[in-house]
C-alpha cells in the first residue's frame, strides 16, 4: 500500500475541519473533496465519503465497489447516487472557475478510479 493510499484512509477518519486547507477543497455533510496528490489535469479532485461522523459505511465497505456492493444494496445505491450529486456540484465550481480565471469553460469529466493509480 503506498502512502498515498494510507493517507486517503486518515483523510476518510478525520473530520473535514482537520484536514489542511492545501488540502480540502470543499465539504459538505457526507462527502469531502480533496485535490488530488498526483494530478493529472489542470482541475483534478478526489471526493470522499466522511467517515467520522456515523455515516453508516465503515472502511471495509467503501474500499471498493465490490466491497461496497456487498452491503445494503440501497445503502450502496444512496452512496453512489451521493457521489455523483457531489459530483456534479464540484462540476459547476470547476466550471465557475475555468470562466473566472480562463475565460471561457470546458468539458469536465467525471469518474471512479477503478483500480488504484495512485503513482
Known sequence: MSSWDTALRTYVLKPADE????????SSEKFFTIFDGYPKSIFHFLILPRLYDDAGYSERDVTNLKSLLQTDKEKARE??????????????????????RYGYKWDVWIGFHAVPSMV
Open 19 to 26: 484536514l489542511p486547507s492545501s488540502l480540502l477543497f470543499r
Open 79 to 100: 452512496l453512489v447516487t451521493g457521489l455523483k450529486s457531489e459530483a456534479l456540484e464540484v462540476k459547476k465550481q470547476i466550471e465557475e472557475e475555468m470562466v473566472e
